[in-house]
């Protein structure tokens, strides 16, 4: 599916893009203000944020014709992607994919009574306007996703709360196809749910979610305690709004949608037995279906809701819910893990404090950082960004390709590595909040959201490593000012605290947490539309970064726990091996699209122990594989759909991105025949423009196997990593029959 701009042909041309500014704190938060024309004057807009709304006025660093080096390439690569850095060392980008981000935003505003700035709201439809499938005019889970019931009642909904009129063509459009998918009457539970708290759905309809979970004892392996991270922080405020069957008043225009959404068959709204829809689930929508177990489940808890739950319970419950919430809020100072909990616990906290409690006024004004300004409007992310990330991938890869050496760009990677230090953990989550200890780790995005992640807290101790040892970096850094021993060590105790001890995962690392309950706990599964997501699964990517981070902490500081930390590593390394496919050596990405991405990753943990296509089945099994999914003009092409289907399957059109990732593997796995790497090096060179800039292809990330999501740095950061990778393995001259 293309997108294509068209808010402008229909009367919603952008608001003026020279008026907004990008304030970006030391800590790598994000906010958007939009000045009148008289402050904009002495207000200079960055240059960084011209390129983030595609402005004409945009300096781009000076176009060079006669780029032959492969390295050369890679300088200008960075030269490009240095003027998107902050002063603060991060860059930032919207982190956009998911078209369910900034419903949930829009739709607490609206329950809350909270005022939206009208340029905000304009920036909202075009962006949602701009996402429409361009043949029927609905949306989907994601932004590369088929219409579907739960994507098109929502942005529908979306579009009609910010003030999109009924007879808009946009909404005519988006109605039909409502229509055609059934109506909302088959939404997915959380589309339920949202309706229902809006007024436009019985909460009869909706399957419960009760709040007595979290009074079970923490022993028993169904606690939502040991859910993973993002199910439980969604299902606590869930819980807690649903059993009080919590709605915003009815208004006037929630009335007129309530006639829009369904079938006309189904009106009067009144007539509309929801009980008798609480499994209807459109066909299209459905990517993980209920088990019976869950039904009969739903089915008893839904009597025992009716007829059974005293009063003092659910009140009771309800108090615990919501002191653990208050919990979340103290841990990342009100932003919550991701914007999905986030607007549920916003909505909760307005309940229960009022709309002039120092707790609610801080939700309004963290709200502002999960959104981000493009060209094709304003959208909330899928977090509050990836600063730690992307910043450990921009230190790594630039010295990986040598260019530390370059003084222009010196200050580039000293930005972000004092970026990274600013960023690490320095205090633990309060008491009985189902938290592990965090001091030491790193989080995805800002040290306020507070969420270690494996593979982030791995990938910058690594980063911090590379550069204090560096030769040309490390000599500008004073010895008291770098990272304390005592921080290392906790770093790595917090990765190897992640790392999975069970029979089934041994040696692999999950995302946030060790798994904490059993994979069958899967059937219980309520969100119909993802897969995997009730408890923490090993990942190879989040096992393959830890095992970066470990190696790097141990050639640099040898004497710390050598043996738990060789067999850590030992472990982990089996756990990739084994986590190949026995048949066609690959492996299954479930953060990046997908086998691809997963191969270059495992690759390199593999080669980072010594492990080649040579010497290892592994290594030249995995190499294969990505051989044999090599397209003729030598690049890679791999679709969201193989993460959807667990099968390979490529789009036709090959992509930077991914003919980087399997480059950067079949360099570090040193695949004996260097052609297939030079055609594939020249792909890249070849996509560059003159400036340096490699344009979006294809969207490159995913989660729970069914959601896509953009990480617009990759562009930049891969081909910077496989260009440098072959500059240092053949040599700095031309590639062999290249331009
Ligand atoms: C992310 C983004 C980063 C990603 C990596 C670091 C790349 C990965 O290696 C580990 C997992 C992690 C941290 C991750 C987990 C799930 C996230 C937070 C996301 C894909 C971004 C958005 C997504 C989150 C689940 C969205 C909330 C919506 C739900 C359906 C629960």
Same mark, same amino acid.
């Given at each position: 599916m293309t997108q294509r701009y068209y808010s402008d042909e229909i009367g919603l041309p952008p608001s003026d893009r020279s008026l907004w500014r990008l304030r970006v704190s030391e800590l790598g938060a994000s906010k958007w203000e939009f000045l009148t024309e008289e402050q904009a004057r002495n207000d200079p807009q960055k240059n960084s944020t011209k390129y983030h709304l595609k402005m004409d006025t945009f300096e781009p660093p000076a176009a060079e014709e006669s780029i032959v080096f492969p390295i050369d390439a890679a300088k200008k690569g960075a030269e490009f992607f240095s003027l998107l850095q902050e002063e603060s060392g991060v860059v930032l980008h919207q982190y956009i994919g998911p078209m369910f981000m900034t419903t949930g935003w829009v739709f607490s505003s609206y329950f809350t009574n909270s005022p939206i700035n009208p340029v905000v709201k304009h920036e909202f439809i075009r962006y949602i306007v701009n996402n429409a499938h361009p043949v029927d005019g609905g949306w989907g889970l994601h932004t590369v996703d088929k219409s579907t019931c739960f994507g098109t009642t929502i942005n529908y909904v979306l579009l009609r709360l910010l003030g999109l009129e009924k007879d808009h063509p946009v909404c005519v459009k988006a109605r039909a196809t409502l229509h055609k998918l059934g109506g909302a009457i088959g939404l997915p539970h959380w589309g339920k749910a949202w309706l229902a708290l809006l007024n436009l759905f019985g909460w009869e309809g909706v399957n419960p979610a009760p709040p007595e979970l979290w009074m079970l004892p923490y022993s028993m392996f169904i606690h939502p305690g040991r859910w993973w991270v993002h199910t439980r922080c969604i299902y606590l405020p869930l819980a807690y709004l649903s059993a009080n069957r919590s709605t915003c008043k009815l208004d006037p225009l929630l009335e007129e949608i309530r006639s829009e959404i369904y079938l006309p068959r189904q009106?009067?709204?009144? +007539?509309?037995?929801? +009980?008798?829809?609480?499994?209807?689930?459109c066909g299209v929508d459905l990517y993980y279906p209920h088990s019976r177990t869950l039904d009969t489940l739903n089915w008893v808890v839904c009597k025992y809701e009716k007829y059974l739950r005293p009063d003092w319970l659910l009140k009771k419950s309800s108090k615990a819910v919501y002191e653990l919430i208050k919990k979340e809020c103290a841990n990342s100072d009100y932003l919550c893990i991701a914007p999905v909990s986030f607007a549920f616990n916003m909505i909760v906290t307005y309940l229960e404090e009022g709309p002039d409690s120092y707790a609610f006024s801080r939700f309004m004004e963290r709200r502002e950082d999960v959104i981000f300004h493009g060209p094709l409007g304003m959208a909330v992310m899928g977090t509050n960004g990836g600063q730690v990330w992307d910043t450990a991938f921009m230190c790594q890869y630039l010295i990986m390709a040598g260019l530390e050496t370059d003084p222009k760009f010196h200050d580039m990677i000293m930005r972000g590595y004092h970026f990274l230090r600013r960023s690490q953990f320095t205090d633990e989550c309060v008491d009985g909040s189902f938290r592990d200890k965090r001091k030491g780790a790193w989080p995805f995005s800002t040290k306020t959201q507070g969420y270690t992640v494996s593979d982030c807290t791995a990938e910058a101790m690594k980063a911090i490593l590379m550069i204090e040892n560096n030769d040309s970096l490390g000599k500008y850094i004073p010895m008291e000012d770098r990272i304390a021993r005592k921080d290392l060590e906790d770093a790595v105790e917090r990765i190897l605290f992640i790392q999975n001890t069970g029979s089934f995962e041994f040696g692999s690392f999950s995302s946030?947490?060790?798994?904490?309950?059993?994979?069958?706990?899967?059937?219980? +599964?309520?969100?119909?539309?993802?897969?995997?997501?009730?408890v923490e699964y090993p990942y190879v990517e989040c096992t393959d970064s830890s095992v970066f981070g470990l190696v790097s902490f141990s050639t640099y500081h040898p004497d710390y726990k050598p043996e738990i930390i060789l067999k850590s590593i030992d472990t982990a390394i089996a756990y990739i091996e084994d986590a190949q496919d026995k048949f066609d050596g690959s492996w299954y990405g479930s953060w990046g699209i997908c086998y691809t991405y997963a191969a270059m990753f495992a690759v390199e943990a593999l080669e980072t122990v010594g492990k080649v296509y040579s010497t290892s089945e592994h290594v030249k099994k995995g190499l294969d594989f990505l051989i044999s999914k090599q397209e003729e003009d030598g690049g890679w092409s791999e679709s969201m759909k193989s993460c959807e289907t667990h099968t390979y399957i490529p789009t036709g059109q090959t992509q930077v991105v991914q003919t980087a990732w399997a480059t950067i593997a079949l360099i570090l796995g040193e695949y004996p025949d260097r052609r297939p790497i030079d055609k594939a090096i020249q792909l890249i060179m070849e996509r560059q423009s003159l400036h340096g800039e490699w344009n979006f292809e294809y969207i490159e990330g995913v989660f729970n196997h069914s959601c896509a999501i953009e990480y617009p740095t990759y562009r930049f950061l891969f081909p910077i990593k496989a260009l440098g990778l072959y500059a240092r393995r053949f040599g700095g001259n031309a590639v062999p029959g290249g331009k």
């Open positions: 009106l009067p709204y009144e +007539s509309i037995d929801f +009980s008798k829809h609480r499994n209807t689930v946030y947490e060790q798994i904490r309950a059993t994979p069958a706990l899967e059937c219980l +599964s309520p969100a119909e539309v993802f897969n995997n997501i009730m």
